[in-house]
């Protein structure tokens, strides 16, 4: 199966290239489903309910997030009552929500996407790497699909790469959001685990990480609070396709790609 994985989506100019790049990155790479990072959607934020049934809609299969998930009090019941929306699976226990879930293929099997978040320079929460051990140890190993996905929305490069080694040969995939900067590291691990550090935005690419760049830039030169708002123009869809075998769950194919919104016009 072919799936594509479509970076932090950032505010609505993200919300509006990822609607329009979707047709577009099904035709050219022939995926089967889409999932992407939502947890910027709102505002550059947080992600509201209306907001995640947009990109739902739009024809995301499953939306992963973040540290930022919690920014907007009213998704916590959204995040109750819809299984598409995953929230990081190694906060303690009690936060609204699930860390994981299983998904149809479409084909009559099933899929699991499991979200996390890394430790490292991030807010704190359980460990990522022990909640994955008793989650695959434990919980649900028998009754696992082989096609497993990994987010790991974490800040460090160490940790994510540190993750991909520890989960080579167990999950299909382990693929980093958060610092919105597409990593030139995809690859396949010898066990046959699919990995990249980061998948990249769908935002602004004249920008300080999908933000106005004045904002940003204000902020480190005086080191004081600075309101930053979601940049609006020359906006990029970047992300990964994948290719799983289904029979084995591992991976055959990763590769990285940047769509912008002139490009899908031009077509």
């Given at each position: 199966?072919?799936?594509?994985?479509?970076?932090?989506?950032?505010?609505?100019?993200?919300?509006?290239?990822?609607?329009?790049?979707?047709?577009?990155?099904?035709?050219?790479?022939?995926?089967?489903?889409?999932?992407?990072?939502?947890?910027?959607?709102?505002?550059?934020?947080?992600?509201?309910?209306?907001?995640?049934?947009?990109?739902?809609?739009?024809?995301?299969?499953?939306?992963?997030?973040?540290?930022?998930?919690?920014?907007?009090?009213?998704?916590?019941?959204?995040?109750?009552?819809?299984?598409?929306?995953?929230?990081?699976?190694?906060?303690?226990?009690?936060?609204?929500?699930?860390?994981?879930?299983?998904?149809?293929?479409?084909?009559?099997?099933?899929?699991?996407?499991?979200?996390?978040?890394?430790?490292?320079?991030?807010?704190?929460?359980?460990?990522?790497?022990?909640?994955?051990?008793?989650?695959?140890?434990?919980?649900?190993?028998?009754?696992?699909?082989?096609?497993?996905?990994?987010?790991?929305?974490?800040?460090?490069?160490?940790?994510?790469?540190?993750?991909?080694?520890?989960?080579?040969?167990?999950?299909?995939?382990?693929?980093?959001?958060?610092?919105?900067?597409?990593?030139?590291?995809?690859?396949?691990?010898?066990?046959?685990?699919?990995?990249?550090?980061?998948?990249?935005?769908?935002?602004?690419?004249?920008?300080?990480?999908?933000?106005?760049?004045?904002?940003?830039?204000?902020?480190?030169?005086?080191?004081?609070?600075?309101?930053?708002?979601?940049?609006?123009?020359?906006?990029?869809?970047?992300?990964?396709?994948f290719e799983v075998d289904e029979s084995t769950g591992k991976c055959k194919h990763i590769e990285?790609?940047?769509?912008?919104?002139?490009?899908?016009?031009?077509?």
């Open positions: 199966m072919k799936f594509a994985f479509l970076g932090d989506i950032c505010g609505r100019a993200g919300r509006r290239a990822v609607r329009e790049c979707i047709p577009r990155i099904r035709r050219l790479y022939g995926v089967d489903l889409i999932l992407g990072n939502a947890e910027n959607s709102a505002g550059g934020m947080g992600v509201t309910p209306e907001i995640a049934d947009e990109l739902l809609d739009a024809g995301i299969q499953v939306l992963t997030s973040g540290n930022h998930i919690w920014q907007k009090r009213e998704i916590y019941d959204y995040l109750n009552r819809t299984p598409e929306l995953l929230r990081p699976y190694n906060y303690p226990h009690g936060a609204p929500g699930r860390g994981w879930g299983l998904f149809p293929t479409g084909g009559g099997g099933e899929f699991l996407v499991v979200n996390l978040q890394g430790r490292v320079f991030m807010p704190p929460v359980d460990c990522p790497f022990q909640a994955m051990e008793a989650l695959l140890g434990e919980d649900i190993e028998k009754e696992s699909p082989k096609i497993r996905i990994v987010d790991l929305h974490a800040e460090a490069t160490s940790e994510k790469i540190a993750m991909g080694w520890f989960l080579d040969g167990r999950v299909s995939v382990v693929l980093g959001t958060h610092t919105h900067v597409q990593t030139a590291d995809e690859r396949i691990l010898p066990e046959g685990t699919g990995y990249i550090t980061d998948v990249g935005m769908s935002g602004s690419v004249n920008s300080v990480l999908g933000m106005k760049k004045e904002g940003a830039i204000r902020r480190f030169v005086t080191g004081l609070p600075e309101r930053l708002e979601p940049a609006k123009k020359n906006v990029v869809v970047m992300g990964i396709v990285r790609f940047q769509m912008s919104e002139e490009e899908v016009r031009k077509v």
